[in-house]
């Protein structure tokens, strides 16, 4: 299985901030990598699929960069909204498998 | 406008079997390059990818759980059903259904629904 290890696990950040995920594959997934966001409760959000495509009606402060097996997400400028926990899951290869999640705070 | 929704039991015993649907509404099962994943996550943990089915009927499982988990579809009915057998404690966790288009990401998911099991 192609383990996925995000970092941080939880980032303290204020509204207007630009917060930079990281997500580290334990092999190459060639660009096979998602981004989705989730709020308690609620189901996880796709918000970028095959590394840097925008899903249908995200905000363009999501961007998502990288290559083999180092992605990131970027936030540009905070938001309000934006504050939940942040997943990144590979489908190059089943198992498909999720990172360990990173939680975005309020500073 | 694509929807999925999950139903079945909330509660589970030990040993029992669980089955749970998706019913899927506007798109069809039967439309090229359409696949249906099943999801779950345990409470506080993240999300564990169980099994996916696609339009052809072709079936991915995830080892960890291949021999307690069957997945098929009802074309005629848009539906979708995971067959979880040896219910066990750890098995507890909220379950989701998900539509992908080949090569897209999981796009439309279902509200999900806690399953417990215990006696």
């Known amino acids: 299985d192609v383990q996925m290890t995000q970092s941080p696990s939880t980032l303290s950040a204020s509204v207007g901030d630009r917060v930079t995920i990281s997500c580290r594959a334990s092999?190459?997934?060639?660009?096979?990598l998602a981004w989705f966001q989730q709020k308690p409760g609620k189901a996880p959000k796709l918000l970028i699929y095959?590394?840097?495509t925008l899903q249908n009606g995200v905000p363009s402060r999501f961007s998502g960069s990288g290559s083999g097996a180092e992605y990131s997400l970027t936030i540009s400028s905070l938001q309000p909204d934006d504050f939940a926990t942040y997943y990144c899951?590979?489908?190059?290869?089943?198992?498909?498998?999720f990172g360990q999640g990173t939680k975005v705070e309020i500073k | 406008q694509i929807t999925l929704k999950e139903s079945g039991p909330t509660l589970v015993k030990p040993t029992q079997t669980l089955t749970l649907t998706c019913t899927l509404s506007?798109?069809?099962?039967?439309?090229?390059?359409?696949?249906v994943a099943w999801l779950r996550q345990p409470p506080g943990k993240a999300p564990e990818w169980l099994a996916l089915?696609?339009?052809?009927?072709?079936?991915y499982y995830n080892p960890s759980l291949q021999s307690r988990v069957t997945v098929s579809k009802d074309t005629s009915k848009n539906q979708v059903v995971l067959i979880m057998t040896n219910m066990d404690p750890l098995d507890t966790a909220t379950y989701f259904c998900?539509?992908?288009?080949?090569?897209?990401?999981?796009?439309?998911w279902g509200p999900g629904m806690l399953v417990t099991v215990s006696s």
């Open positions: 998900a539509h992908r288009i080949v090569e897209q990401g999981l796009d439309y």
């Open positions: 506007g798109l069809s099962l039967s439309t090229s390059g359409v696949g």
């Open positions: 089915i696609y339009w052809d009927n072709d079936k």
């Open positions: 092999h190459n997934v060639n660009t096979w």
């Open positions: 095959k590394t840097a």
């Open positions: 899951q590979q489908y190059s290869g089943y198992p498909w498998t």
